[in-house]
């Protein structure tokens, strides 16, 4: 399978506590976002790379929030202190930045802190 | 965060009849993009559109990009069971990053 892949597809974890998710975007994919969709709502940007580097940064990405990637492959998102609030999907998707611009989505991380 | 004005917010249809849903902005994007999204899944994508006025089709789906390139419609005809779930409209911005719409909930009965 070559397409976006995330990791893990479920995550429930005590409020206060660290949490880390992982995004394998589509090979040769030089531009990779990340998305936070609640219940009923549309997705909404939260960052974006191209390669290796951090492009934008939503406002809705707080100081607990922060996204690496490191070698301009995978990328990790760290939620730190999770708060109820933080309760959604996180998903990632990835396109190139010429040509085919379309972007593709992973399966999503779905976050349920108690 | 900000989204798009989506409508209708959801649609109750019998199998066999044609679906129109559309989308409006009030910022001008690049591309228009329309995904489907099943329960617990990622967005699949389904057509995009690269230049104002452009008409697209893929299958029974045809989407329109607008001349004002503030709005974008999705056409589905002859629905069928496997096309319920919830649609979503997103702009692509000047500086790359997609914006979203509020979504339409498709429901199609047998």
Known sequence: DTGVSQNPRHKITKRGQNVTFRCDPISEHNRLYWYRQTLGQGPEFLTYFQNEAQLEKSRLLSDRFSAERPKGSFSTLEIQRTEQGDSAMYLCASSFTTGSTEAFFGQGTRLTVV | ?110
């Open chain 2, 1 to 110: 965060g900000q989204q798009l004005n989506q409508s209708p917010q959801s649609m109750f249809i019998q199998e066999g009849e044609d679906v129109s849903m559309n989308c409006t902005s009030s910022s001008i994007f690049n591309t228009w993009l329309w995904y489907k999204q099943d329960p617990g899944e990622g967005p699949v994508l389904l057509i995009a559109l690269y230049k104002a006025g452009e008409l697209t089709s893929n299958g029974r789906l045809t989407a329109q990009f607008g001349i004002t390139r503030k709005d974008s419609f999705l056409n589905i005809s002859a629905s069928i069971p496997s096309d319920v779930g919830i649609y979503f409209c997103a702009g692509r911005t000047n500086t790359d990053k997609l914006i979203f719409g509020t979504g339409t909930r498709l429901q199609v009965f047998p």
